[in-house]
């Protein structure tokens, strides 16, 4: 394994993570997708909020009168949260796809006596599971983005504020979400 590049190792273990737990509907530990059109936020100390694909908002059952442009944006946080949960478990996948390649690379490097190529081998898969998981982060951060917008446009969701800057920042660094 000292052939990986240390930076695709946290990629690839998101990505296995990620692929793991795909079978929930856990988007991130504090949001998930309730069905295909709503998505659940969880705060500490007050009841769930709902955001719907249309870009209406209940928080604890009862429902939040928004203008228009508070609409739009909530529909655009659900958009961005169904869009990382998508871009999730294709990098869970991709990582699952990834780590049988290394596997079989490794065993057939050992029993044709062909070590010398599996560090590259392993290396381009690994890449492309980094990019992948850089889709999330970005993913990430454009959540977090419209996360600030809908709470300065909206206080009751200021509680369900659940994903700060250095969530994102981990993610960018090699973290990944």
């Known amino acids: 394994m000292s052939m990986i590049r240390k930076a695709t190792l946290p990629a690839l273990l998101a990505a296995v993570v990620a692929a793991c737990s795909s079978e ?5 530990p504090r949001i998930s997708m309730v069905d295909d059109a709503h998505i659940a936020v969880h705060a500490r100390g007050v009841a769930d909020a709902v955001v719907s694909a249309d870009g209406t908002l209940a928080i604890g059952g009862h429902g939040v009168a928004v203008t228009a442009q508070q609409q739009e944006s ?31 690379s490794v065993v057939s490097g050992l029993v044709n006596g062909d070590t010398d190529k599996i560090g590259g081998k392993v290396e381009a898969e690994a890449a492309k ?21 809908i709470v300065g446009q909206l206080e009751a969701f200021r509680p369900y504020a659940v994903i700060d800057a250095r969530s994102v920042a981990d993610c960018e660094r090699g973290g990944h979400a």
Do not use: N, P, W
Not at 130 to 149: G, H, N, P, W
């Open 129 to 149: 599971v980094e990019a992948a998981a850089l889709t999330v982060c970005r993913d990430l951060s454009a959540i977090q983005a419209e996360q600030v917008f």
């Open 24 to 28: 929930g509907r856990s988007v991130l």
């Open 74 to 104: 909530l529909k655009r946080y659900y958009a961005g949260v169904a869009a990382l949960h998508r871009d999730a478990i294709a990098t869970g996948k991709a990582g699952m796809r990834t780590a049988g390649k290394a596997i079989g």
